[in-house]
């Protein structure tokens, strides 16, 4: 139940970026069905792995892979499916309680926070360059076979 809960609400945000990004109309739905994978991978996995970081690695590969797949299919730049998809990955909060932290002079607190949204980001974009690089490797493969 809670896992469907969490897909619903993921796939309405990615909508809305999509929307608020002006992607085609006919790939609204889909690239909130990409959001909303990638979130419930995150889900799942920051619950397996009991590390934001690795579940933000594994999410953003889903939706990466799942970008690439939807863009050859309806033949669009995989942008328009993948830049709404990670959106309900970005780490706003571990930012805004960054920022927080160092107004308030904690900087223990600060420095955690700041490291774990460094690198959540971080696994955000490696895990869109190994799907991205995964299927520029598989359409090289099918090309020479």
Same mark, same amino acid.
């Given at each position: ?13 990615t909508?809305g ?17 990409a959001g909303?994978?990638g979130w419930?991978t ?11 970081? @690795?579940?933000?690695?594994f999410?953003? +590969? /889903?939706?990466?892979? &799942?970008?690439?797949?939807?863009? %050859?299919y309806?033949? $669009? ?24 932290a ?19 980001? @971080? ?5 869109? +360059? /190994?799907?991205?690089? &995964?299927s520029?490797?598989?359409? %090289?493969?099918?090309? $020479?076979?």
């Open positions: 139940m809670v896992i469907i809960k969490q897909f619903i609400f993921s796939f309405l945000s909508i970026f999509a929307v608020l990004f002006s992607i085609p109309k006919g790939s609204i739905i889909k690239s909130g069905i909303a994978s419930v995150f889900y799942i996995s920051s619950m397996y792995f009991e590390s934001h970081v @690795a579940g933000t690695f999410a953003a +590969i /889903v939706v990466g892979i &799942l970008g690439e797949l939807l863009a %050859r309806y033949k $669009k730049p995989a942008t328009v499916y993948i830049i709404p998809g990670i959106v309900p990955l970005v780490p706003g909060a571990g930012m805004y309680y960054t920022m927080l160092l107004v308030e002079k904690d900087f223990y607190t600060a420095a955690n926070k700041g490291t774990e949204t460094f690198f959540i980001a @971080a696994a955000i974009s490696i895990g869109i +360059i /190994v799907s991205t690089s &995964l520029s490797s598989i359409k %090289r493969v099918k090309h $020479k076979g």
